[in-house]
């Protein structure tokens, strides 16, 4: 039987992501090592995850502003534990000007900077540095600010959305009066990440609380939202930190309380990028490629009419276009009905499997004898197949029609409670010690990028060791390539012993290998 | 009398200029020379003119996309006469490191690039490069690309908004099978961004083909729309460009046609950037400061509270909250009313000139009066004063509310006709020779950026000289520190000789200094 993909997650699930992202024309390898071309549709998703984002961050009382580009090396340099953290791979901006020299285009050598500049990791520093000119009075507090924009950070080995040496983001950075009021951003921005994760990504995920040696540098508090791809390796999704006064002191953001005080700000920021499109691909793909939560999908319903060049197109061509005008009419996700009637030169057989790989959640096929009949034949995307054939339906266009807005939903939410079964059934919480850990996982596998057996995550109890305690733990996970995923937001009222240190837990963690 | 400012327009109009910019809360410099920050006010601004021109970039068939921001050094080199035009002034990443080497940061002189990166000037040759890739055939012509991004010129001398290192704009690229197809669409954008700028931004413009010595380089032909500023200044405020089959060419972007030849194809690019919010200050601007059309307002409306820590202040927030509540439900421009209640902490007669300054359409005081009357108070910003008072109008509320689209609307046209006016009669066409030119246009100022006295733009019948002859018009122009615009669209049937040549007029250009 065709498939939509020449790759199954089973054999190879490096490779079977890869093959979804070219298939689906999400996105392709650019010219510059590590950097990535997003494709229309891909780019359409995209657009999707900020308008609906977007609208929630300023919902909340966030407003947007755009900072430069560049950061002064100093910057970076104030910013030690900053620096640390970010493995200091950043691209440099050395020089100016492009000049011919001996009959070739090159760096103008005159053209030096007296100061180097980085191509932001992260605003941190550079937006910093505004909210202590921003900041007067306690009348300014709280400074909630975001920006959508492009970072770089020098990769070595990238992989498509998921770790590309630039990507686009949105990073929200606050100030407040107390550590109270920004403590109370952080999370209410970890709930807004879940909450926008389950209901527009169909992607459920797990919040919760970093190990302080996967903090944020310089954070006090990092929280992340944790997802399980069908691989079962972790996905942390989008991350916020309570920083504490740190960043302010380092930075000198101050302001004069109502008793006249000079006094520092708490700071939190957070953030979410294109990696959320991999994780959508790794959370709903299948093996005929990328299935589209439809409140993400840039067309959620695609008409392809059936032509034949005989003089019946015409008819054919005029049933698809007056379908579409009044879908288009119609409300899903509080937005119109998103329609395409796609008539590219070409084959509708094969425009059918196009549009199967690139996730469109419901395919409609119209032929001569659906507009004779006045019938629509279809295809749901989330439920393709129906004993080794692809399950098409017939309905009557009125019927079809009327139950479009109903039917996205039920995909929506279909897509979600597969993934949901998925998360809460893999999780154990049957392990008491490392060599049962050991034993469950089974080995590191030689190449991380070929397919391992699915082996989802492990919940376990912890005692919360500090320092070198900490590390000695990291260490031991990470000869299995384990790592602690988060502290997750809900947690029981009583603990087992602690996996690692079999002292008394005081909460638990999630362990898995991730992305 | 309390003005906005504490510059005028005619006392010098680039201090003028930088006032709004910073009192209207735009954006301000940051500290990477030549780069910007945009403040939420101005970013505002730019996402509602984001919003409309992508929308009718979607609505004629474009597609969005993300290409990478850097680009490399051989692209460029590829590229000879696009290199020219550029003047080389460009930033160049190097390093892709940075390390403490004797206890400071710094460029790691280990992590050299092979290949220096340019940070995209332009996207051409990025995308050009992907051209060669996506187009095959006929079947995937026309290509209708679209990118909202980040670029970078280096410049000396900037000023925010209309000169900056780093600015934000969208650039099209397309690809088309003949010359025809390729025409039309370069004029169908140089029409839509007409329309925009007229309809969206209450900004007339003047669209028409600059001359060869201006054009793009590498082009075959460069459409501008070109506005009029407060001091008559022109503002080439968006450019749409016919590329011929030489960037195809030079990037070997081919498609095979219906009978299977292998042919270039015609390419087109096309752009506007934040400059127009520079152009939007410069057209409306006044001396209380900014003054927003209501479309690409970010606050339609502002209530301000007259609140003086008594009981009576919470009957005044609730009557402005309800008020704000209702006038968020009409319709303005196709989009909800934008209504903001200022509840920051400070006196509402500061707030009222705050609002002023950045030009919120409709400004509102609501006091105890007001709210037990049933009554709202309210200021036109574009009809400030009435005999050296400010116009402040009280009208029932229901009456106020029920006018408020209208009101909007109203101001946007009446924003556009002023300008409109101003435009129009301030192109002289009578002036025959180049001694009446330097007659009228005056010496060129010491200082150009001071005020100079008003002068508009001159019409005047034109030769169309080409090279040399050209080259030495461009030269008289200069010591006038004047430039050639454009020869607009609509033009006469027959024409008196050149103003420069003396020869028969083929048609008539618009002369003026310029931004």
Redesign the interface.
């Known amino acids: 039987m065709q498939r939509g993909l020449n790759a199954t997650r089973e054999a190879n699930f490096a490779d079977w992501y890869q093959a979804v992202v070219r298939e689906a024309d999400l996105a392709e390898n650019?010219?510059?090592r590590g950097?990535?071309?997003?494709?229309?549709w891909g780019?359409?998703v995209?657009?999707l995850i900020q308008a609906e984002l977007d609208r929630r961050i300023k919902a909340s009382g966030h407003?947007?502003?755009?900072?430069?580009?560049?950061?002064?090396?100093s910057?970076?340099?104030k910013e030690a534990s900053h620096?640390e953290g970010f493995a200091?791979?950043?691209?440099?901006?050395?020089?100016?000007?492009?000049?011919v020299i001996d009959g070739?285009?090159?760096?103008?050598p005159e053209a030096e900077l007296e100061e180097?500049?980085?191509?932001r990791p992260t605003s941190e520093t550079?937006i910093g540095?505004?909210f202590s000119r921003w900041v007067r009075s306690y009348?300014d507090l709280p400074l909630l600010?975001n920006q959508w924009?492009?970072v770089?950070r020098?990769e070595m080995r990238t992989r498509l959305f998921l770790r590309t040496s630039?990507f686009?983001w949105q990073e929200g950075h606050t100030a407040h009066a107390t550590e109270a009021d920004a403590m109370a951003e952080t999370l209410s921005i970890l709930e807004m990440y879940r909450d926008f994760s389950e209901r527009t990504l169909a992607m459920p995920v797990i919040a919760g609380e970093k190990p302080e040696n996967e903090r944020f540098p310089g954070a006090d508090a990092t929280y992340s939202i944790e997802a399980m791809m069908q691989d079962g390796k972790a996905l942390q999704a989008g991350t916020s930190h309570y920083l504490g006064t740190s960043f302010a002191s380092a930075q000198n953001i101050r302001f004069q309380s109502e008793t006249g005080e000079l006094t520092l700000c708490h700071t939190t920021s957070w953030g979410v990028s294109t990696r959320l499109i991999g994780g959508v691909i790794m959370t709903h793909g299948d093996d005929d490629g990328l299935r589209l939560p439809p409140a993400i999908a840039p067309r959620q319903v695609v008409i392809v009419p059936i032509l034949r060049d005989k003089p019946e197109d015409e008819a054919v061509l005029a049933y698809a276009d007056a379908l579409a005008v009044e879908l288009a009419e119609l409300t899903a996700f509080k937005a119109p009905v998103r329609v395409l009637v796609d008539r590219?030169?070409?084959r509708s057989g094969e425009k059918r499997w196009d549009w199967v790989r690139r996730g469109a959640p419901l395919i409609v096929e119209v032929g001569p004898r659906d507009a004779a009949g006045g019938q629509v034949t279809f295809m749901r995307r989330d439920q393709l197949w129906a004993s080794e054939k692809v399950a098409s339906v017939s309905e009557a266009r009125a019927a079809f029609i009327a139950e479009v807005p109903a039917r996205l939903a039920a995909i929506q939410q279909g897509m979600f409670d597969e993934a949901k079964a998925r998360l809460y059934e893999n999780i154990r919480d049957d392990i008491a010690t490392f060599d049962q850990l050991a034993a469950h996982f089974g080995p590191a596998a030689e190449d991380e990028d070929a397919n391992v057996t699915f082996k989802g995550w492990v919940r376990c109890a912890w005692s919360k060791p500090s320092g070198e305690a900490l590390e000695e733990v990291t260490r031991r996970l990470k000869t299995l390539r384990l790592t602690i995923r988060n502290a997750p937001m809900a947690q029981p009222k009583t603990f087992g012993p602690c996996l690692f240190t079999g002292e008394p837990g005081v909460e638990e963690i999630l362990v898995a290998r991730a992305y």
Chains 1, 2 share one sequence.
């Open positions: 650019s010219p510059v950097s990535m071309i997003i494709k229309p780019y359409g995209w657009e407003q947007n502003c755009y900072f430069p580009l560049f950061v002064p090396l910057f970076i340099a620096v200091k791979e950043m691209a440099v901006v050395t020089h100016h000007r492009l000049a070739k285009l090159q760096v103008d180097p500049l980085v191509v550079i540095d505004a009348r600010i924009a492009n770089v020098w630039e686009l590219k030169p070409g």
